[in-house]
C-alpha cells in the first residue's frame, strides 16, 4: 500500500517505509478489515509528476463529512481524499495501531491524501481530530 500527501503544487512529507508482521492477529478479521501485511510509504517532491498513480476515486472531505461514502475501488488504484472544507482533517485507518495500514497527517484545506490498496478487503476509516462524526468505507475489490 502506498501512500502520497500532496498539496497544491507541491507533494509534502518525509520518504519512509514501514513494513507490517505477517503475525497480524485475527481480531481485524472479526472486524472485516483485510489482514494481510502492506507496505506503507509516504514520498516527497518538489515535482508533482513524480508522484504517478493508478488513479481511482476521490473521496471529497467537506465540513466533517467523507463524501461519497462507501467508496468502491480496486487493487492497485490510489484512492484520494481531498479538503474541500475549512477545518484541518485526517484519514486514519480504523484498527489498532499495531495493525494500522494508514495514517495521514492533518490535511489542511485544498491538501489531499492519497492510498494505494495492495490487498482486496473492507478497510474502514476516520477523522483521528473527529472519530465521532467522521467515518467511512473503502471497500477494495480484485482488478
Given at each position: 500500500?502506498?501512500?502520497?500527501?500532496?498539496?497544491?503544487?507541491?507533494?509534502?512529507?518525509?520518504?519512509?517505509?514501514?513494513?507490517?508482521?505477517?503475525?497480524?492477529?485475527?481480531?481485524?478479521?472479526?472486524?472485516?478489515?483485510?489482514?494481510?501485511?502492506?507496505?506503507?510509504?509516504?514520498?516527497?517532491?518538489?515535482?508533482?509528476?513524480?508522484?504517478?498513480?493508478?488513479?481511482?476515486?476521490?473521496?471529497?472531505?467537506?465540513?466533517?463529512?467523507?463524501?461519497p461514502?462507501?467508496?468502491?475501488?480496486?487493487?492497485?488504484?490510489?484512492?484520494?481524499?481531498?479538503?474541500?472544507?475549512?477545518?484541518?482533517?485526517?484519514?486514519?485507518?480504523?484498527?489498532?495501531?499495531?495493525?494500522?495500514?494508514?495514517?495521514?497527517?492533518?490535511?489542511?484545506p485544498?491538501?489531499?491524501?492519497?492510498?494505494?490498496?495492495?490487498?482486496?478487503?473492507?478497510?474502514?476509516?476516520?477523522?483521528?481530530?473527529?472519530?465521532?462524526?467522521?467515518?467511512?468505507?473503502?471497500n477494495?475489490?480484485?482488478?
Open positions: 500500500m502506498t501512500m502520497t500527501r500532496i498539496s497544491t503544487g507541491r507533494v509534502l512529507a518525509a520518504s519512509a517505509a514501514i513494513s507490517l508482521s505477517l503475525g497480524l492477529t485475527l481480531a481485524a478479521c472479526s472486524k472485516n478489515e483485510s489482514a494481510k501485511p502492506a507496505e506503507s510509504t509516504t514520498t516527497t517532491s518538489t515535482d508533482t509528476r513524480a508522484t504517478t498513480v493508478n488513479q481511482g476515486p476521490t473521496v471529497i472531505i467537506s465540513e466533517f463529512r467523507f463524501e461514502n462507501p467508496v468502491e475501488a480496486k487493487v492497485g488504484q490510489a484512492v484520494a481524499w481531498k479538503n474541500e472544507g475549512s477545518a484541518r482533517h485526517t484519514v486514519t485507518h480504523d484498527v489498532p495501531d499495531e495493525q494500522r495500514l494508514f495514517k495521514s497527517d492533518p490535511i489542511a485544498d491538501d489531499q491524501f492519497v492510498v494505494t490498496f495492495s490487498q482486496p478487503g473492507t478497510y474502514t476509516y476516520i477523522c483521528s481530530v473527529h472519530p465521532d462524526r467522521m467515518r467511512g468505507t473503502i477494495v475489490t480484485a482488478g
